[in-house]
């Protein structure tokens, strides 16, 4: 049972560039988050899926877009990176509203 | 706006001491508060929930309080160990059909051997 898997663990763009950054889950999880940390910021939402099929706009949605591809992946994607885009990017599931959230390891973005 | 804040930002104990980390929130809708702990490099790690009908819930070698009259939420590990050293965040859910988490900024903590 690997939990909550995110790939790539590290990349690094130049402006302008996209990217898609991979989340999976084996926990049959309903909902799962996209989260960016920031120092000082703690963790903001970006994007969830509430189940498959669903996805709602977060606390700082813009420059991103995301896809629930199935029951076990959501896939956040980056269609024109910014400097401020750089972060430390989460992914999480869990099973519903009021439950705790499980967190992946974490893609560090870097864009120049 | 509602909130969720730490007292402390850093928090530094002895090894075996007892650790306590403080958590204020502002949204008295909120039912749902989740400790997690996040080491240097990964992920944040589910530590133990509380829902808001409860006062106390214990796990192992920690126990969360949470006092809803003046807002306030706790951690407190027992016996700390130096692989207790993290960042320990405090994150709370509004309720009803809100999916989102609101989570505070974080309390670093240091164990000394």
């Known amino acids: 049972n690997a939990g909550v898997t995110q790939t790539p663990k590290f990349q690094v763009l130049k402006t302008g560039q996209s990217m898609t950054l991979q989340c999976a889950q084996d926990m049959n999880h309903n909902s799962m988050y996209w989260y960016r940390q920031d120092p000082g910021m703690g963790l903001r939402l970006i994007y969830y899926s509430a189940s498959e099929g669903t996805t709602d706009k977060g606390e700082v949605p813009n420059g991103y877009n995301v896809s629930r591809l199935n029951k076990r992946e959501f896939s956040l994607r980056l269609e024109s990176a910014a400097p401020s885009q750089t972060s430390v990017y989460f992914c999480a599931s869990g099973w519903g509203a009021t439950d705790t959230q499980y967190f992946g390891p974490g893609t560090r973005l870097t864009v120049l | 706006g509602e909130s969720v804040g730490l007292h402390l930002p850093t928090l530094s104990v002895q090894e075996g001491d007892n650790s306590i980390i403080n958590c204020a929130y502002s ?32 796990g192992q070698r920690v126990t969360v309080l949470l006092n ?25 859910n509004s309720g009803g ?16 051997p």
Request: aromatic letters at 12%; proline letters at 3%; glycine letters at 6%.
């Open chain 2, 97 to 112: 059909s809100n999916y989102k988490l609101t989570f505070g900024k974080g309390t670093l903590l240091t164990v000394n």
């Open chain 2, 27 to 58: 949204n008295s809708a909120s039912d749902y508060f989740i400790w997690y702990k996040q080491e240097s490099g990964k992920g944040p790690q589910f530590i133990i929930d509380i829902r808001s009908n409860m006062d106390k819930r214990q």
């Open chain 2, 68 to 92: 809803k009259t003046v807002k306030h939420l706790s951690l407190q590990i027992a016996a700390t160990q130096p692989g207790d050293s993290a960042v320990y965040f405090c994150a709370e």
